[in-house]
């Protein structure tokens, strides 16, 4: 009876055995499900950390399956910015044109230099105050531009403020001894090649006349200055940055009949001025009354536009030779005469070695009529009548 109970008994467990291995065998097995990429939400609020510093071309950015690889749009080639046209005419400085030191010459002014020689090929000129009410002027020729000219003079000596406006120039700064203030700051200003008749590295590039008393009979030309500027040459950048911007000067029916403009430094009887020439659409200056002319071609000055600036003057004080001041670096209020109208602006120099810049209410930078310019430092404004114009 024993023995039968383990047979059956082991029977029992068979079956029982195969019951069960049918059963998972007849269960489905799950498809396999196709892999799809998926963004990771983080939903940890993360720790306020420093934004990294990394350029924008270095973001890592996510990268679909082949299969989701859209095919990028035809990007459109963006239409090239047309070059404004380079308007050119005797004696403008283009900004871009200027290849070489520009020449800045002090001119002397008192009544026993008149009349000087050589302004006449200048492309700028400043006129400022000097001392007692006797102004100066600084005479910007541009090799390439200016022509040769033969005679420049009188020189006369330096003052600070019109070192500071020859530095924008990059110029061989031209003159006969200074001011204190002017001789250090053109001695030591690395824009500039100083040319001090009164120094003998310099003093064989000048020669005196004898039709006139020193101090006012010292003359140099554009061919010295240019040999003393070869032989103390040094790398100068900023050339590019020189000159003006012009627009098309106006057609003759559109320019008015008359303008004219009188300005004073400090003595109303010791006004200039300046009277409009349709057929020329220039400017010829006048001292007091009277045409004031070149001693060598006896021909009037005249110049394409004439822009009048705002510039504070103070005394410096205690000073023996009662020298001034004047802010020529920041701003201020200017006017411009171009065409026979005159156009509200405001003169910018940011520094020593920055242009000095005439712009609109909009910051805009005022074109200029093609051709020469003369610059008036005026201490006021209210210094300056105009009648005429438009």
Known sequence: ??????????????????????????????????????????????????????????????????????????????????????????????????????????????????????????????????????????????????????????VRSARPYYVEWAKGFRAVYVHAGGSPEGLLLAETSIELINMDALRGNASGYFYRTRDRSAPHNLYTNSANIAKFATANDRPVEGLAEIGFVYSPEAPAEARPGSQELRYFFIYREAAVGWRYDPATNSYLYFRGNRPHIDAATGAQLQFKNVVILEVPERPIPNDPKGRIEQDVIGEGPARIFRDGRMIEATWRKAAGYAQLYFVDADGNEVPLAPGSVWIAAIPDLANLTVEGGQ
Do not use: W
């Open 1 to 154: 009876m024993k023995n039968r109970i383990i047979p059956i008994a082991l029977l029992l467990s068979l079956v029982l055995i195969g019951a069960c291995s049918s059963a998972v065998a007849n269960e489905p097995v799950p498809s396999p499900q196709p892999t799809v990429p998926q963004f990771q939400l983080v939903t940890k609020t993360p720790t306020p950390s420093a934004v990294p510093t990394l350029p924008l071309l270095a973001t890592p950015e996510l990268t679909a399956t082949p299969a989701e690889t859209a095919t990028p749009e035809p990007t459109a080639t963006p239409e090239p910015t047309p070059t404004p046209e380079l308007i050119t005419a005797p004696l403008a400085v283009p900004r871009g044109s200027v290849t070489s030191r520009p020449f800045a010459v002090m001119y002397d002014n008192h009544p026993n230099a008149y009349p000087q020689t050589g302004m006449d090929g200048a492309a700028i000129v400043f006129e400022a105050l000097a001392e007692f009410g006797i102004t100066r002027y600084m005479a910007i020729f541009i090799p390439g531009i200016s022509p040769d000219i033969p005679v420049i003079g009188p």
